[in-house]
Structures are given as structure tokens and as C-alpha cells.
């Protein structure tokens, strides 16, 4: 019922920044205000762990604050992920996640983003 598609992964150097974003689509009866939008991430051999919620609340897992912000624009139905000073420890796909009470929650393809130098 909900499409997402992941961009912006890249190799970066440590200290380095990026932009993830994520465009939803394909639900015409649900309004994307009203999706609670997250980022997750995984590293193979390791669970999904989420990185940044953008619903009632904004939240960052302990590891990105101050360095993550989730942004989101609902007029265009993107939500976005803005990464400052990446570190290795943040190589992982990063997957953007929409729920909603009544879909469900759907997961995008997810985009790479590997720091290293």
C-alpha cells in the first residue's frame, strides 16, 4: 500500500556529511502527515536498530545525537535524513520505515552509506 525508496547512501570520508532521503508513494487513501516516519539501520550479522522516529516525537538513538537530524516534508511526501561528523561505526544500510495505524508499517529497499577512509 506504501512504496518507499531510499537515496543518498554513499562512501564518505570520517568527519564527512550526507543526506538521505526517502520518497514515499502509492497509498492515495492515506494521508503522509499522518505516517510516523523512521530511519533504522544494519550492519550484516546484526539486528535492525533504529537511528531517528519522526511522529508524535523526535527521536535519535544515543549513538547520532548531535550529529543526525530526520526531517521531513510533507508536501512532497519525502522524509530526509541529514548525517554530520560520520564516524566508521555508522557504515550500515540505512533503511527509512513508515507506520500508520491503520496500513501498518512498510520498510523501503534501504541505501548504503559506508565511512571509511
Known amino acids: 500500500q506504501v512504496q518507499l525508496m531510499e537515496s543518498g547512501g554513499d562512501l564518505v570520508q570520517p568527519g564527512g556529511s550526507l543526506r538521505l532521503s526517502c520518497a514515499a508513494s502509492g497509498s492515495s487513501g492515506v494521508t503522509f502527515s499522518s505516517l510516523a516516519m523512521t530511519w533504522h539501520r544494519q550492519v550484516p550479522g546484526k539486528e535492525r536498530e533504529l537511528v531517528a522516529a519522526?511522529?508524535?516525537?523526535?527521536r535519535y538513538a544515543d549513538s547520532v545525537k548531535g550529529r543526525f537530524t530526520i526531517s521531513r516534508d510533507n508536501t512532497k511526501n519525502m522524509v530526509f535524513l541529514y548525517m554530520n561528523n560520520l564516524e566508521p561505526e555508522d557504515t550500515a544500510k540505512y533503511y527509512c520505515?513508515?507506520?500508520?495505524?491503520?496500513?501498518?508499517?512498510?520498510w523501503g529497499q534501504g541505501t548504503q552509506v559506508t565511512v571509511s577512509s
Open positions: 519522526a511522529d508524535i516525537l523526535t
Open positions: 520505515r513508515a507506520c500508520g495505524a491503520a496500513i501498518g508499517c512498510y
